[in-house]
């Protein structure tokens, strides 16, 4: 990687942002650009880093509470398979595995949300009960001019991994965000949904609900 | 109703008898109603095995036994949801077309499966040719509750016999009228 | 330092990047009721279950080739509420096949209110890319702009290949749509409702 290059670029971001803003960091391991579903020599995926100091996050501790914050919720039915012929399970309604067996393992979604809204938190709720493979959903904005053609580029806004296994498996986790803004003028943005890391589990790994929490009202 | 697992849970809403009927016009009657919409398209099947076709906005369950599809609707916080209207075409001598409306809801901070409830559902009649199915909420309407809950409408293009009859049933699109 | 073509890539890349970033908070379209909805190419259902499709690294989608036999249409629907307008429709995409051209239509459907009746469709707009090879970006703009979604349902179609002919695979991708609306009784909805 070009150290002077991205430092120059980086320096761009921030200063042409608000100075409070975390510099935005590539993801160039082909490991890991292949294990989110990119090609393993994509160019064009960044990542937004975690900021848990950031003092405008809302208090997350009254959970079991309704909230006032907007949200945007996906469910099984609301993802497609990275391959339209894969095969996929989301009989009970809301829950989204791959069968046992399968090797494809990859989903998304689109997120639809409204212009200037600031994303808060992105929760995951599912299954986890394999001993060696995890689940995670990581939202990603990919972002053109707004106006005309261009490459697009994708930056990791969130990301939520499944822990280890707690009684039958079931969990909730959430990921706390650093300030990002939503811009749907420029962006599309998606949750993409890694169920494992080699062939499928089945059940065992089971998507409930991913939700993405913003402010305002919704 | 395509649930897979015996052992899960299923709540069902005690749905009160419906209201007279009401008064309803593109227009919400002077009510400030509105629509959403998902047409035929948009309905994934329950499982990958799930065959089908058709021109948008419609879509027939071509072959095979795998005969369900979901949608999810995304309606705004509080909305009052009132009716549910299923445009379908209905040329089956052998099988009708059942509409499930749900609600999978899960508290924050909670680990615990989702709660399916069944909110309403009906079926096509036997009388062939285009049809609509209306589920009236109208009398006691389902209050949305966005930040917990996903709502949902799945069909069943093959019942009772649950063998696909192709173009004999299609689905057109699914309405919802609510109360913002 | 020299600048070689590669690194030329990286810089715009991150110099639009930055643009996107720092634009981020400056966009106030719903102010004046406008409304932008932007759904990944990927998001697309496809219209037959034969439809063989596949998804890039930015979750566009493009029609892998082998697909057999059917249409090669993906759809994209969309939310519109009643008397909202319609002013356009944005489509993003790569389109570097000799042999096919991806091409859209924007659609309404309508059926009566409450009876029977087949939908009717009523295509409103449509664009394709071209054969310069590369991104392409497309606008389309409705002959009729108010919604009236008591009745009609509006999507867009992207097609890959005529029915039952050969896809372009990889070549041919579309990245992104996105939905430009208005509300047009925004101050009212906003500043005077109860």
């Not at chain 2, 075409?89 to 609600?103: G, H």
């Not at chain 3, 570097?96 to 309508?110: G, H, I, P, T």
């Not at chain 3, 990889?170 to 939905?179: K, P």
């Not at chain 3, 609306?181 to 500043?191: A, E, L, Q, T």
């Amino acid at each position: 990687m070009n150290f002077p290059l991205i430092t120059f670029a980086v320096g761009m971001l921030v200063s042409s942002h608000a100075s409070a803003d975390p510099a935005w960091i590539q993801v160039s391991n082909p490991a890991e650009l292949a294990a989110m579903g990119f090609p393993a020599t994509a160019v064009n995926v960044w990542r937004l880093p975690n900021d848990s100091t950031d003092p405008g996050l809302p208090d997350r501790a009254p959970l079991g509470s309704t909230p006032t914050n907007a949200s945007y919720a996906m469910t099984g039915e609301d993802f497609v398979t990275i391959s339209s012929l894969s095969d996929y399970n989301s009989a009970a309604y809301g829950h989204l595995y791959c069968p046992t067996g399968a090797t494809s393992r990859i989903a998304s979604a689109s997120v639809n949300v409204p212009t200037d809204r600031r994303l808060f938190f992105l929760d995951m709720w599912g299954r986890d009960a394999s001993a060696t493979q995890d689940m995670s959903a990581t939202l990603y904005a990919t972002c053109q001019p707004a106006d005309g053609a261009g490459t697009p580029n994708n930056f990791v806004l969130a990301e939520v991994t499944s822990p280890a296994i707690v009684g039958d498996g079931d969990f909730f986790e959430f990921d706390t965000v650093s300030e990002t803004y939503f811009d749907p003028q420029r962006c599309g943005y998606s949750v993409n949904l890694v169920l494992g890391s080699g062939t499928c589990v089945g059940s065992d790994l089971t998507l409930y609900k991913v939700r993405v929490v913003i402010g305002g009202n919704l | 109703m395509g649930f897979d697992d015996p052992a899960q849970l299923v709540m069902v809403r005690d749905l009160p008898f419906p209201a007279d009927s009401d008064t309803r016009a593109p227009d919400g009657a002077g009510l400030g109603d509105e629509w959403q919409t998902r047409i035929g398209t948009a309905f994934q099947g329950r499982t990958g095995a799930f065959n089908f076709g058709g021109q948008a906005p419609s879509i027939a369950c071509t072959s095979g036994t795998e005969r369900f599809a979901t949608a999810t609707f995304d309606l705004p916080a509080g909305a009052a949801i009132k009716y549910v209207d299923m445009f379908a075409y209905d040329n089956s001598s052998s099988e009708e077309m059942l509409v499930f409306l749900l609600s999978v809801c899960q508290g924050t901070g909670g680990a615990d499966p989702p709660v399916s409830t069944i909110l309403a559902n009906s079926t096509t009649s036997g009388t062939p040719g285009d049809t609509v199915v209306t589920l009236n909420l109208s009398s006691a309407p389902v209050i949305v509750d966005r930040y917990t809950c996903r709502y949902m409408v799945r069909v069943n293009m093959a019942s009772p016999g649950g063998t696909c009859v192709g173009g004999s049933i299609f689905l057109d699109k699914v309405r919802m009228q609510y109360t913002p | 330092m020299r600048c070689n073509e590669p690194c030329k890539m990286t810089k715009a890349l991150l110099l639009a990047a930055g643009f996107v970033l720092a634009s981020a908070q400056a966009n106030a379209g719903v102010l004046y009721g406008t409304d932008y909805d932007s759904y990944n190419g990927r998001s697309g259902r496809p219209s037959d279950s034969l439809l063989s499709l596949g998804r890039d690294g930015n979750f566009g989608a493009y029609c892998q080739s082998g697909a057999s036999s059917g249409r090669r249409t993906v759809v994209y629907p969309f939310d519109i509420p009643d008397q909202f307008e319609v002013f356009s429709v944005r489509v993003w995409g790569i389109d570097d096949s000799a042999s096919n051209n991806l091409s859209y239509e924007l659609v309404k459907s309508c059926q009566p209110f409450l009876s029977g009746g087949g939908p009717v469709r009523t295509v409103l707009a449509t664009a394709a890319s071209s054969g310069t090879p590369g991104n392409f970006s497309q606008l389309l703009i409705p002959a009729e702009q108010v919604a009236t979604s008591s009745t009609c349902a509006y999507f867009l179609e992207a097609r890959f290949a005529p029915d039952n002919s050969a896809c372009a695979g990889f070549d041919l991708r579309s990245v992104r749509v996105r939905l430009l609306s208005n509300n047009p009784d925004v101050i009212f909805r906003n500043g005077f409702a109860p």
